[in-house]
């Protein structure tokens, strides 16, 4: 079965640390990832996304996402952590069914980050 | 304006109650989705919909319909609510591709009582 996980609920760090949230996939084929964020009482926004090519993938907000096909990751990443960044982050999967692509949403990490 | 709109922000209503989601999209997407959120469980795709004339189902998609009125239309319905229909919804647009995200509304907080 093709899915996504996030294995931690929930991630603290202090502002100007580097902060990584977790995700992890299980898809047949090449994998198509992406990562979003969501404020509060906001939708969804894109931040980025792997398709093919280079393994870092950089995008919104200073964020990078490093993808591992050996480990099976995309995890995201920042250098240094801004409070503003405290959101909850979702790892997606695009896979394709009967030609279409759909996505698989994990269960979205919270990020803190502490002043 | 937002790029993809949905009313109301917020809804109370009792259990058997008929009650509509409704989105609206200025981005000129064919695609449009809704999905519900739960705490823990992520997004969920309950309907989609690749163009006025093509609605597909989710994989939660009992108890809930669908109508794609227009290009920049797609409202969702629950016919009789319950308790556990109780969720934020979102509604999504895309173009077609693999290379394209999504854009999201703001969504759409429903409480069934």
């Known amino acids: 079965a093709q899915s996504v996980a996030q294995p931690e609920d929930q991630v603290n760090v202090a502002e100007g640390n580097p902060l990584t949230v977790k995700c992890t996939y299980s898809?047949?084929?090449?994998?198509?990832l992406f990562w979003y964020v969501q404020y509060p009482n906001r939708g969804l926004q894109f931040l980025l996304k792997y398709i093919t090519g280079d393994n870092l993938v950089k995008g919104s907000y200073g964020f990078e996402a490093e993808f591992n096909k050996s480990q099976t990751s995309f995890h995201l990443k920042k250098p240094s952590a801004l409070v503003s960044d405290s959101a909850l982050y979702f790892c997606?999967?695009?896979?394709?069914?009967?030609?279409?692509?759909?996505?698989?949403f994990g269960t979205g990490t919270r990020l803190k980050v502490l002043a | 304006d937002a790029d993809v709109t949905q009313t109301p922000r917020n809804r109370i209503t009792k259990t058997g109650k008929r009650i509509m989601l409704e989105c609206s999209q200025t981005?000129?997407?064919?695609?449009m989705y809704w999905y519900r959120q739960d705490p823990g469980l992520g997004l969920r795709l309950i309907y989609y919909s690749f163009d006025v004339k093509d609605i597909n189902k989710g994989e939660i998609s009992d108890g809930y319909s669908v109508s794609r009125q227009a290009q920049a239309k797609f409202s969702l319905s629950l016919e009789s609510a319950i308790p556990n229909q109780t969720a934020l919804y979102f509604c999504?647009?895309?173009?077609?591709?693999?290379?394209?995200?999504?854009?999201f509304g703001s969504g759409t907080r429903l409480t069934v009582v």
């Open positions: 898809v047949s084929g090449n994998p198509y």
């Open positions: 981005k000129g997407h064919d695609r």
């Open positions: 999504a647009t895309s173009q077609p591709g693999i290379n394209y995200g999504y854009t």
């Open positions: 997606a999967v695009r896979r394709s069914t009967s030609g279409t692509y759909k996505y698989i």
